[in-house]
């Protein structure tokens, strides 16, 4: 598997990313996703999942997401789990895939292990799913209680529900595409 997924980051380093940043950010997550720390693998998958579904590729990326995700279960971390499941939620949202589930999840498990950081950004992201105000409303005051940067962007999406700046928004949102079968849900 190693040689394989490394041989794939090598092609797409060579026509596919723009930058040697980025480049060598796609290098480190695919090497991340042999780390003998399961942990380590779990954000590996995770963090590659969330590269191909900045690339469109929403079928890997649903996919590595799995993997992390069976990588987090399995490993009983509820930080890993919540973790993942909040990014598998920003790649829905970004292929036009229903996102609401896995941020809900995601708020429930933040909430049980009291971890306003995973709590907020769940928040943030059900706004971003479902349209609704009040969820970017609670995100912020947990934000703002945390003195965290994320504040600001949310102040600026209640001041701009509709703006097209932000590339997660359902205003900039591509088409739902068709990909089967849930990621977060059990
Ligand atoms: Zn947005």
């Known amino acids: ?17 723009r930058t ?4 060598s950010g796609y290098l480190r997550r695919a090497l991340a996703i042999d ?3 399961d942990r380590t693998k779990a954000f590996g ?3 590659l999942a969330l590269t191909e579904g900045r690339r469109g590729r929403a079928e890997a990326a649903l996919q590595h ?20 499941l909040l990014r598998v939620g920003e790649t829905s949202l970004r292929i036009g895939r229903p ?10 498990l933040a909430r049980d292990a009291r971890y306003p950081m ?29 003195g965290v940067a994320q504040a600001d962007l949310v102040r600026r999406h209640l001041a701009d529900p509709a703006g097209r ?12 595409v068709a990909v089967a079968g849930p990621v977060g849900v059990r």
């Open 99 to 108: 996102a609401e589930d896995d941020f809900r999840q995601a708020l429930r």
């Open 1 to 17: 598997m190693f040689v394989h997924e490394f041989l794939r980051a090598t092609q797409r380093c060579g026509y596919g990313l």
């Open 45 to 47: 998958w995770n963090n």
């Open 165 to 176: 700046w932000c590339d997660l928004c359902p205003a900039t949102a591509p088409v739902a």
């Open 35 to 37: 780390h003998s720390n």
């Open 20 to 23: 040697g940043r980025s480049a």
């Open 118 to 146: 995973h709590e907020a950004l769940a928040l943030d992201g059900l706004a971003h799913a479902t349209g609704e105000l009040g969820y970017w409303r609670e995100a912020l005051a947990i934000f703002t209680d945390l």
């Open 65 to 84: 997401h799995r993997r992390a995700l069976a990588i987090a279960r399995r490993l009983r971390s509820p930080s890993a789990v919540r973790t993942v």
